[in-house]
C-alpha cells in the first residue's frame, strides 16, 4: 500500500509550523524531541487538552496540527471539526492509538489529511508531516492491519465495496444493478455504514473514500 497520495505538490516555504496536542506530557516531549532535530520545522505550541489546542491553532496557524484523537475537555475530533471550519489553511493530522479503522474513516470524513498511528510516530512523523504539508495525505497500513479493539464492529468487505461505489456517484439503484442486490438490500447496507461511522449522508462516504484503500 502507498502510504501517501498527493494531489497537486508544491513546495512549502520553510520551515513548516507545527503544533501538538496530546494529553500525556510524555508523548507531547518526545514529539517535541523529534521535531527539534529538523531543522526545516518548527513548533509552535505543545498543548495538553482540545481547548489549549484550539486557541494555539487560532493564535498561531500552523501548516501542520498534530492532534490526539482522545483528549480532556475537548476531544481531538471537535478540535479538528472547529479547525476544518475556521482555519483552512491549517492541515490537520490525528494522532491515534487506537488502530481502530473507524477511528481513521471519521477523520478523513472530517477533513483530517492523515491519521498516524502513535507506535510509528518515531520512525513516519517526519514523512508524515512532510508530506501533509506539501498538499498530499497519508494513511499508514498498520491502521487497516490491526484487529479492533473495542465492541465497534469495522465496515464489512461488501459495505467497503459500496462506499467505494458511492464516492463515484452512481445512485442507489446503479449500484444495485452491478453488485446484483435489491435496491432496498443497498439502502439498508448504507444505513449500517453511516451508522457505524456516523455519517448522516453519502456525501460524508465521498470524503472518506480513499482512507479505505489498501
Known sequence: MRHEERSKPR???????????????????????????????????????????????????????????????????????????????????????????????????????????????????MNCLRTVAEGGRWFPQSLSNKKPQSSEPPLTPRERELTFMISTGLSNKEIARHVGLTEGTVKAHLYNIYKKLGLSSRSGLAAIALGLKN
Open 11 to 125: 513546495v512549502k516555504r520553510l520551515p513548516i509550523t507545527v503544533v501538538i496536542a496530546d494529553d500525556h506530557p510524555v508523548v507531547v516531549e518526545g514529539l517535541a524531541s523529534i521535531l527539534a532535530a529538523h531543522s526545516d520545522f518548527a513548533l509552535r505550541a505543545s498543548c495538553l487538552d482540545g481547548c489549549s489546542a484550539v486557541r494555539a491553532i487560532d493564535e498561531h496557524e500552523p501548516d501542520v496540527a498534530l492532534l490526539d484523537v482522545q483528549m480532556p475537555e475537548m476531544d481531538g475530533m471537535r478540535v479538528l471539526s472547529i479547525v476544518s471550519a475556521r482555519s483552512p489553511r491549517t492541515n490537520v493530522v490525528m494522532l491515534t492509538g487506537s488502530g481502530l479503522e473507524t477511528d481513521m474513516l471519521r477523520a478523513f470524513a472530517q477533513g483530517a489529511k492523515g491519521v498516524l498511528a502513535k507506535c510509528e510516530a518515531t520512525t513516519s512523523l
